[in-house]
């Protein structure tokens, strides 16, 4: 049966009784006005060290974070300011050269050809009647000898094309003896060599009228290229841009340049 160890905590055993618990137990007591008095400093500090955690640090986090998020947000409108005006391409097989080889690096300004239809601007307003179309370029339209790259034609690879730029809207394209004529004229292609065109199936009387808003663009390589002579004209709207710059391999680094030159 229980035993009554006659051990009251907090206070002596009773002469004569059995003896308290082990002296490891813990002894419970009330604390003292004086104890509480010396305790109060101590738990002030405490309060004191949580509560003296520096503001300035707290803003500073705050700060650090809040300018890696304005340094991503740049960075993203940044790239996506450059993507809408300039694109990189990688040129991929043999059909321009000598001007541009297989595996030759270029940044293709998408902006250059930029247009829009005035008479669809205009056309909301009363009392005005329009008909037909009013392109218009602010910067300008495709040049005899632009290196241009486009949408592929359809049904045909899904990788865009790159072509230099031979006839514009409106203009009869011919080619027989060896060269292009274009509106009956010579054209002088300098950038050639001694390469000669042909129009495989087609009579040397044979000739094109480029439709309006078309262009009729060629391969340097004549003998290796899948142009204008087997897909037709090709639409201003299926252009993507200019090849503007050649940066790889640094021996090509340079501008592109359009030849001077008109029949």
Do not use: C, M
């Given at each position: 049966m229980p035993v009554d160890d006659?051990?009251?905590?907090?206070?002596?055993?009773?002469?004569g009784t059995p003896a308290g618990p082990p002296d490891n137990l813990a002894r419970?007591?009330?604390?003292?006005?004086?104890?509480?008095?010396q305790l109060a400093p101590i738990i002030a500090d405490a309060d004191d060290a949580e509560a003296?955690?520096?503001?300035?640090?707290?803003?500073?986090?705050?700060?650090?974070?809040?300018?890696?998020?304005?340094?991503?947000?740049?960075?993203?409108?940044?790239?996506l300011v450059v993507r809408s005006f300039v694109l990189n391409f990688r040129v991929e097989g043999l059909s321009m050269e000598p001007s541009l080889d297989s595996g030759q690096m270029l940044l293709v300004n998408r902006q250059i050809?930029?247009?829009?239809?005035?008479?669809?601007?205009?056309?909301?307003?009363?009392?005005?009647?329009?008909?037909?179309?009013?392109?218009?370029?602010?910067?300008?339209?495709?040049?005899?000898?632009?290196i241009v790259v486009f949408h592929p034609p359809v049904g045909r690879a899904e990788k865009p094309y790159i072509k230099r730029v031979i006839g514009m809207s409106g203009e009869h394209i011919a080619i027989h003896d060896g060269s292009v004529f274009v509106n009956g004229e010579l054209l002088d292609e300098p950038y050639l060599g001694a390469t000669t065109t042909s129009w495989p199936g087609r009579p040397p009387d044979y000739e094109i009228v480029v439709p309006e808003g078309h262009i009729f663009v060629l391969g340097d390589n004549r003998n290796n290229s899948t142009d204008s002579r087997s897909f037709g004209p090709v639409s201003v709207d299926e252009i993507i841009g200019k090849a503007w710059i050649s940066y790889w391999p640094s021996a090509h680094l340079g501008i592109l340049q359009t030849p001077d030159y008109a029949p």
């Open positions: 006659g051990f009251q905590y907090g206070q002596r055993p009773v002469p419970l007591r009330p604390i003292t006005q004086q104890e509480t008095d003296d955690v520096p503001p300035q640090s707290k803003e500073k986090s705050s700060s650090v974070l809040w300018e890696i998020t304005e340094t991503l947000v740049l960075a993203l409108v940044i790239f050809y930029f247009h829009f239809d005035l008479n669809e601007v205009l056309n909301p307003l009363p009392f005005v009647e329009r008909d037909g179309q009013h392109i218009v370029y602010p910067l300008h339209p495709p040049q005899r000898g632009d």
